[in-house]
């Protein structure tokens, strides 16, 4: 893993980003963008949500364990939710969801929200700019355990996180005199 | 100054003996030394069943969480013995809808002297039971238990991310998906949780070590605006997994956000259900090139 | 039978000689959050083998070598191979455990009794299971929570072990360690060439120590199984009230994952392999039907199961044994320290109550 990530030189690099659009406004906007022929990069996948509040954090966790190497989740500006106020709950989740995924390790450039109405194509485009530049500039994701000590990992050995002997646990020799 | 154990324990002993005599009860919940291991245990008892008052106990290491199993029989009405912690808990379940008020009588602990090895009490917020019907020991100074952050050293918000990174995958290696962090935990009340879950499949079968963290990630993030920092998910882990600085450092940020702290009062919305227009955006995109 | 004693030196050299030979797994105390535990590991450099620590009970068991927690269940490359070759799955290397206690030995011989059965022979375990030796550890130190001498299962010897070490944790010099060779074993003709400059210790003097150790494990708890094995499975099922004495079980299933004996696993599929995984009677899950209805709904029912298996069925089907050999972990190792032998003893005195009525009668 480690190889290919160097393999992989960063201007090379095409991330798969994956948006969370909500339906009302940011996939709108997509839309928009797309009709009105602004040009922006192929890395994203959009994936059509009814409201930001629908989304449940743990769909976060789990694409980006599915190989996701960016998240870009858009919905509309507070106070313009169709479900009136859908997106303040879905605010106040994202901002405990990032904190706890750049506590364990994930480079907070990967976790990118922000807000587009639906009459904002051109900074749909942007956005979509901005988000790819920050995911190049921290190369390919490789999972959530860090790739150095994974080499370490057998799973035979019965349990695998014990893999130092303590240097202050051995007994045999300050026991005896 | 704290309240000694002894104090404590007498203090309950005679509260509990009065309980009996005075209340309407089905079932006691109380911390006691087995009767072989010699460990402090929860005894769980109904009121008509033979109980030796002078086995009940309180000691530094009575880590258990006795609000949990207020959930197992949520119909009954108990009486629990709390630590402040476990007050927290029960006033929690009480704003959640999740166990009547009448339904309880709590005996809370003032002035909790803290538990042997558990790092939650190195930052404990909350010294003195929250909701109580009967205390025993003497109500202490809140003020006096305010710590600096900096001390504690679990805490690792002043490292970088590729030395938490690397910390977190060695500690959740050695996850062996027993659950018992979530088994212990006194706000996971679920009735079908995300890690029984087939349809979605949050979790995959088996036990790779990627599937730990992705476990441990996930419920962290049910954590924040429940967790009351009672360290019992960290005292229940079997392979001493570190995994309380997750909860805590969000417990931190809830605060710091939100000024949000869960299990403060019976009538407190919790954080994931109610917003404010002005809340924060930080590390949000902002507007660019429009 | 041979009886060698040594110092320490001569331990670690001996162990030096085994690591040349075998891969040697052995147990280490090591840090692990907030816990320091002692935890069976394979030796990778000679420089570790100093920090051996033999003088807790290790909390993992040969167990997590012999039956891992994931297995990857190859059925197509087991049986090409095994044609070709009778031992090719199996490792190069002979496998040597050293300082495993005897209640761990038992359990062993209790998997072999599950899983080396005739008639349901399990290839994968099989496999495992060859080219193991074990050598057997005791001390004056009675582990916590133990009851193994409540089952019957010896402290100081098992048949499964060719040789025993024997520490004295009180004296100094050479009677440290005490190493019994046992003949009949093809282990003792290959080590044969490494004792001789070995010091031979008098059998009777070791005998003696092991009584005087035996005098100790005694009387820790009042603790006692009254009725005979197997308990009577439809008494014991409809009579004992359940949800007593296992009303704190947090249904975590920590106990099954630490208990040696425990052998429950689940089946899964990764991609087209076929996998094995521990599984825990303590879960919900565990007998959880397609159609969502589960015979053991509550946590009591768990515990009844847990119970009755290794103290009514397993017996039943194998000879009396016991399907517990009385380690403790289960204790310890409890988030809530719910303790067996109190539902043990909730069984025999309703077992007692029982059958007092019905003499009365």
Redesign the interface.
Known sequence: MAESKEVAKKEEFEPKIIAFLCNWCSYAAADLAGSSRLQYPTNIRAVRIPCTGRLN??IV??TL?KGADGILVSGCH??DCHYI?GN??A??????????????????ER?????CSAA?G??FA??VR??VDRVKSVGPWD????A???ED?IPEAG????TEPDDKGGVIDDQFI | MTNSYKEITEDLQDIIEQIYKQEEFDRLLAYGR????G????V???KE?ELDLDRLEFTDEAY?MLS??LL?NRELKQVVVAKPCDTRAIAFYISENIIARDNLIVVGINGCPGIK?N?ACDECDSKNPVIADYTAGNLMPEDEFAKDKSDLKYL??EEN??T???H????F??C?Q???CR??CPVCYCDHC?V?SNQPV?LE??????ED??FH??R??HM??RCVNCGAC?????????MRS?TS??YH??RE??DFRPGLAVDQKS???D???E???????Q???? | MRLKKLNSEELIELLEIFFAEYDLIAPFKVE????N?VLFRKIRQNNEIPSIYLKEMPETTPKNFILP??ERLDFERFNSEREENENSLARAKTRLFFGVRSCDLAAIELFDDVFLDEDYLDPFYESRREKNIFIGYSNQILPP?N?QKELEIGYFDHQLAPAFIYEDLEARGREHYWLKIKAGYQFSKDVEAHLDNLETGEIGNLEKLLNDWEDKFTGE???EIKNKLPFPEKEVFNQVDWQ?PT??C?????CT??CPTCFCF?F???GSTK?R?WD?CMF??FTEHASGHNPREEQHQRWRQRLLHKFSYHPQNYNDKPGCVGCGRC???C?????I??VI?AVDKTLVKGGQASEER
């Not at chain 1, 349990?159 to 014990?162: A, F, I, K, S, V």
Request: overall charge negative; charged content about 25%; glycine content about 8%.
């Open positions: 954090p743990l966790i789990k364990k507070p106070g106020d303040y709950y605010r106040r989740r994202f901002i405990m969801l990032k904190e706890l995924l750049e506590y364990a390790g994930v480079e907070p976790l990118n929200f922000t807000w904002e051109r900074r942007s956005v901005q988000v999972g959530y355990l860090s150095d000590l994974m990992f349990n695998p996180g014990c | 087995g009767l072989f291991s460990l402090i245990e929860p769980i008892v109904d069943a258990q949990k199993y197992k090895d790092t690792l918000s991310q590729v938490r990174k690397n977190y995958t060695k500690e290696m050695r062996t027993c659950y018992a088994d212990a995300f029984e949050w079968a088996g036990s790779g070590p990627e963290m992705v990630l996930m962290t993030m924040p605006g960290e005292m229940a882990c079997p392979e001493g997994i570190e997750l450092h969000l940020q809830a956000y939100f954080l994931f259900s917003y404010n227009e809340d924060p955006e930080p590390g949000f995109l507007q660019e090139g429009d | 692990q959050g907030r816990l535990r927690r994931d929570n009851f708890t009042d603790f007593e009303a704190s947090l249904g975590c299933g920590v994952y630490y689940d899964f599929w990764d996998n995984a825990s919900s899950l204790i310890y190792k988030p809530v320290n719910l303790d032998r109190n003893n």
